[in-house]
């Protein structure tokens, strides 16, 4: 379950963001969504969704690379760039893209997450000097690394220097045979290894402490952390048919006829000659074979996105995972995406705890009948600093109180900017002036 994540120096984000996923102890609304756990004898509450809105070029997308990009280091165990990287943010491949591109020093970008997996509670924080904004030639290093387990500091890195280990608190996952009266010598041998590029904590905090601690959270990251960059172009299958074959998933259908696509079947097929799965519209069954076109020639953008992204919205039910997504709701109907929120808010059906987070500028779900005041989060960027904040619907307050009620109505509210992150945009002169010049070639 992600409690919280904040980034400082990203993208367009100059002096940082927390997205927080823990509920306001003063909210009551939608009680049933909230998720809890049982962490080292204390309750640790996560909201099971929220939504990011904001205009074009605020800051929205900035937001999930951020978290597309620790992942893309933890996973790597490095801050060097990766040519065969496939997170799709084009971010945590070419480095030098990350910083903020506006000041006037160069700074560390800083990553701070704090998650629970395993019965533990986790709080990583990664700040990585990558020099100024396209700059390709500074020299990069890890400025701070730092690891708490159940609130208690396990260790602390600072450049090429172990400062502080700590493995009183993790006794039960140590390495086989490992002596808590080594730790000093082990911190002394681990300043003495660390390079200046790689993260002590999947190196040789792996191989000296706890390769079991290690594994947890990687796998966490891997598995439980999904981040889906630019998925109105990405597509997920339930599973990989036999070459050459044709493989028919009798949910999914189901979930095309239930959104009224009607007419047509789904089969994946693994073509032999590019060894890629295909998404075929099965036009005729007969003698136990399956008969179709590509999906891609018959069928429409909607049909298409959301055949292509339910297997990945299912796995995340399934595992009880984090799934971030940019431009979740991409050609797709509303309603839909509705019902994707309830099910997330639905303790019946999201018994495993899965979130969802994703981006929109679909108003329709300003709605508290829908989403918490702390589930809806906005983005707005100052045009002076050119620098992105966020904030959350729950942070208005007026005299120590809520000032926004949980019975108002949200999108009436921002559409007449009481909220900001909305911009007043009329192209009217603009394009009147460029059909005047039309005819004279201007």
Not at 101 to 107: C, G, L, P, S, T
Not at 197 to 212: E, N, P, R
Request: glycine share 6%.
């Amino acid at each position: 379950m992600l409690l919280n994540f904040s980034c400082d120096n990203f993208k367009s984000f100059r002096d940082g963001f927390q997205f927080n996923m823990i509920p306001e102890k003063r909210m009551t609304e939608l009680e049933y969504s909230i998720l809890t756990e049982e962490i080292a004898g204390k309750r640790e509450n996560g909201l099971s969704a929220s939504v990011i809105y904001g205009p074009n070029a605020a800051g929205k997308t900035s937001i999930v690379h951020a978290m597309s990009c620790m992942r893309q280091f933890i996973l790597r165990g490095n801050i060097r760039d990766a040519a065969d990287d496939r997170s799709g943010d084009h971010v945590s491949s070419g480095l030098a893209l990350a910083p903020f591109a506006f000041r006037d020093n160069a700074a560390p970008v800083r990553f701070d997450v704090s998650f629970t997996s395993g019965g533990r509670k986790y709080r990583y924080i990664l700040a990585v000097f990558l020099g100024a904004f396209l700059e390709k030639d500074s020299v990069r290093y890890v400025d701070r690394e730092q690891l708490y387990v159940n609130d208690d500091l396990v260790f602390d890195r600072t450049k090429d220097s172990v400062d502080k280990l700590k493995l009183n608190g993790i006794t039960d996952c140590l390495n086989v045979g490992y002596s808590l009266k080594d730790v000093e010598k082990t911190r002394r041998t681990m300043s003495n290894n660390v390079t200046a590029d790689s993260l002590l904590l999947v190196t040789d905090f792996y191989s000296f402490c706890s390769k079991k601690l290690v594994s947890e959270v990687r796998r966490w990251f891997e598995e439980q952390f999904v981040v889906v960059n630019s998925s109105a172009r990405i597509r997920f299958y339930p599973g990989a048919a036999d070459e050459g074959r044709a493989m028919m998933n009798v949910y999914m259908n189901k979930i095309a006829q239930e959104a009224g696509i009607i007419g047509s079947e789904f089969a994946y097929v693994n073509d032999p000659e590019t060894h890629t799965t295909k998404l075929m519209s099965v036009l005729q069954k007969k003698d136990s074979k399956l008969y179709g076109l590509d999906a891609d020639r018959i069928e429409s953008a909607g049909t298409m996105r959301l055949i292509s992204i339910m297997p990945v919205i299912i796995s995340a039910l399934q595992k009880g995972a984090v799934l971030v997504m940019d431009e979740l709701d991409a050609s797709l109907h509303p309603v839909i995406v509705m019902n994707l929120i309830e099910i997330f808010h639905n303790d019946g059906v999201n018994t495993n705890g899965a979130q969802i987070i994703f981006n929109t500028h679909n108003p329709i779900y300003l709605d508290h009948s829908l989403l918490r005041r702390d589930e809806i989060k906005f983005v707005e960027r100052d045009k002076e600093t050119r620098s992105s904040s966020l904030y959350a619907l729950s942070d208005f307050r007026a005299n120590g109180k809520a000032s926004v009620r949980k019975t108002s109505d949200y999108m009436k509210n921002y559409f007449v900017s009481r909220y900001g992150a909305i911009e007043d945009i009329d192209f009217t002169d603009i394009i009147a002036d460029v059909l005047k010049g039309a005819g004279s070639g201007d």
